[in-house]
């Protein structure tokens, strides 16, 4: 079963407006983290945020925030004043403890986002 | 030299050739791992390290070989690959500590292509 879903395959947004990008996921565990990245087509990947389950407030770094919502199991990523160097694929990845009491992240599809001018 | 480093970036390789994938993490970071990017897939986890000991193997087909000779070092070996197997490969790092985690660092990928 697929753990994180992102729904949205594309996202267009005009320059300076804010868009969020959903996602979804499913756990058992109640020690998560969730996460943010992003990938321009150079192929890095770029951390942007990070959540985790146990945190009070939403996350934000600079232009980027998190919007949990922990009874909903959703993690929409929301990013403010769009740029165009934001143009590029975003993954939603969460942070599982293993039974063997490793952490791995697992990824969902990705979203990708364009910025017009 | 700082942050995690993957080479080659580019690697062309026919299928009965054996290659090797290299990454090094400058961190002090004590987990790193191996993943498969492939077109319109997402990110196949590979192979965990976690204290140089391999702690997941996601049912990865033999070809590719894993070797963590220490925390700072990882490479994937390659043999006898499939055209499927063409992808970006990506290196990742982190710290794990008890109560806290501070995000994954990616190296830039290697393309490889297998002809």
Known sequence: ?117 | ETGVTQTPRHLVMGMTNKKSLKCEQHLGHNAMYWYKQSAKKPLELMFVYSLEERVENNSVPSRFSPECPNSSHLFLHLHTLQPEDSALYLCASSQEVAGGHYGYTFGSGTRLTVV
């Open chain 1, 1 to 117: 079963a697929q753990k994180i879903t992102q729904t949205q395959p594309g996202m267009f947004v005009q320059e300076k407006e804010a868009v969020t990008l959903d996602c979804t996921y499913d756990t058992s565990d109640p020690s998560y983290g969730l996460f943010w990245y992003k990938q321009p087509s150079s192929g890095e990947m770029i951390f942007l945020i990070y959540q985790g389950s146990y945190d009070q407030q939403n996350a934000t770094e600079g232009r980027y925030s998190l919007n949990f919502q922990k009874a909903r199991k959703s993690a929409n990523l929301v990013i403010s004043a769009s740029q165009l160097g934001d143009s590029a694929m975003y993954f939603c990845a969460m942070r599982e403890l293993l039974s063997g009491g490793s952490y791995i992240p697992t990824f969902g599809r990705g979203t990708s986002l364009i910025v017009h001018p």
